[in-house]
């Protein structure tokens, strides 16, 4: 239908059928009005379904005779010859019907052109409404699962789909900004439903990642994939094949594919009900799951692009029915700007690079000192690599373009002082192990007196020197390109 235009064509012709009253004015039917006969006495009216065909004769004079229908034309007028094709014209009636006409043209062995009707009902079920899809009619509605046991109105996306074809449809999701309405709108019922409340109510979707990480397979191609799916930022971020796309934080829902923080604790009954199973990530020490995994404490950190980490705790325990219960505590980290999460451990932090302004008398430069002041402003401390990971950040981190020196010759501090005693260094942070895992350069750490600092030298592919005492009041800044800072907060 898009890009149509309804259009009313008169034409000399007849009808034979009954009409309506003719003193019956035109708003009181013009949807379902179907045809008008103008006679040399008066207009007759032909509602919906009333009238097969119309004739036109050739030869005959029909006394100034006309008719005129609605149907659905590529131009705002209508045709020379309007006898030329078929046609479809459509109304919506209300919420749950679509009445169709569809107008042939012929012509009979007189020459007489012939108007034939042909009429459809679409009629949406019961809780359901309608919307046009292109050229298609489909009927939206919201199924909800029902209170049994021992999941009461909830289950995985595959039964949802299963659901829905046993309703004589299938999964779908908005196709455009009228359909994510109505499912926003019709979901917020569900608390008159289910006795969960509808910031907590997720509405599974059209949509599965079956073999690629964030490629959804579709059931429904009648919306266009998730063209029109509202995402929330920065999904879709699932980290494996299998994940479901659905609505959450109603009442304005945004649509995810991960599901963090949607369970607070799971039951294996004793004995347990239908031999059922769950299944969940976590890390743990082995290769293997465990024989018993409920006698420990374990967790599974996810991290979604640079800048949040998500985090599960799971814990274990039995209860006074010998029911064993796994209990997930979420947290979620989330980084400034600018910066990006690792893993250290069990700690997670946020490391970035902090750059000294443009201020005399040495612009982009400061001491090691100054440096440690500057990381502990932005909420952190001075740092250095744990790993190779880390230190390829830092090395990215490091580009020309903030300052007018070449990125060759930057100096970057680290975290590191041999205050009291020569090539023992202090640290502030205590997260990155010490220089265990610096990259130093050839002879290097090889100051004899306390008092120097560590610092990376030589990008692109810098390692770590210590030969410049610039922590105990030295203030030359020696050309540096950047006197750049790593910040962990």
Request: with cysteine; proline share 6%; glycine share 6%.
């Amino acid at each position: 239908m898009a890009g149509l235009r309804r259009t009313t064509c008169w034409s000399s012709g007849s009808a034979s059928a009954v009409p309506l009253l003719t003193a019956l004015r035109y708003l009181q039917c013009r949807e379902r009005l179907r045809l008008v006969h103008k006679t040399s006495i008066g207009c007759d009216l032909y509602k919906f379904s009333s009238i097969s065909s119309a004739r036109n004769p050739s030869q005959e004079d029909n006394g100034g005779d006309k008719i005129a229908f609605k149907t659905m034309l590529s131009t705002d007028t209508c045709p020379v010859a309007p006898f030329d094709n078929s046609s479809t014209y459509s109304y919506q009636n209300g919420d749950r019907f679509v009445y169709s006409i569809t107008t042939t043209y012929s012509e009979d062995s007189n020459n007489d052109n012939i108007i034939s009707f042909n009429y459809t009902t679409l009629q949406c079920p019961i809780g359901s409404k309608i919307f046009a899809r292109e050229s298609l009619w489909v009927c939206l509605s919201v199924q909800y699962f029902t209170n049994e046991l021992p999941y009461q109105y909830c289950a995985n996306h595959s039964r949802a789909s299963v659901l829905c074809k046993n309703s004589g449809g299938t999964l779908t999701g908005p196709a455009n900004t009228a359909e994510y309405n109505y499912f926003k709108n019709v979901s917020v019922s569900t608390s008159e439903i289910a006795p969960y409340s509808s910031s907590v109510v997720c509405i599974w979707l059209d949509g599965n990642s079956i073999n690629v990480t964030r490629e959804f397979v579709m059931e429904d191609s009648t919306h266009n994939g998730d063209t029109a799916y509202p995402f929330s930022s920065p999904n879709p971020n699932s980290d494996a094949p299998g994940s479901c796309l659905y609505f959450s934080s109603f009442p304005n829902p945004v649509v995810d594919d991960y599901l963090f923080n949607s369970i607070t604790s799971a039951r294996i009954p004793n004995p347990p009900y239908r031999e059922e199973k769950i299944a969940f990530k976590t890390t743990l020490s082995t290769d293997t799951c465990h024989v018993n995994p409920f006698v420990e404490l374990s967790g599974y950190a996810y991290q979604d692009s640079n800048l949040v980490i998500y985090k599960t705790t799971i814990t274990y325990s039995v209860d006074s029915n010998t029911d064993k219960i796994t209990t997930f505590q979420y947290e979620k980290l989330e980084c400034p700007v600018e910066s990006k999460a690792f893993q250290r451990g069990k700690i997670t932090v946020c490391l970035s690079v902090r750059f000294f302004t443009n201020e005399s008398p040495y612009p982009y430069c400061g001491n090691h000192s100054r440096a440690s002041e500057l990381c502990k402003r932005n909420g952190g401390t001075l740092t250095g690599p744990l790993n190779i990971g880390e230190l390829e950040y830092f090395k990215q981190e490091i580009l020309p373009g903030i300052s007018p020196f070449d990125n060759g010759t930057a100096r970057v501090w680290l975290d590191g002082n041999s205050i009291n005693v020569g090539r023992e260094f202090v640290m502030e942070d205590s997260t990155h192990e010490g220089d265990k895992n610096y990259p130093y350069g050839f002879d290097d750490p090889d100051s004899v007196n306390p008092g120097y600092c560590l610092y990376l030298y030589y990008f692109p592919e810098p390692f770590i020197v210590d030969d410049d005492k610039y922590s105990t009041g030295h203030k030359e800044c020696d050309n540096w390109f950047l006197d750049d800072n790593f910040l962990k907060s």
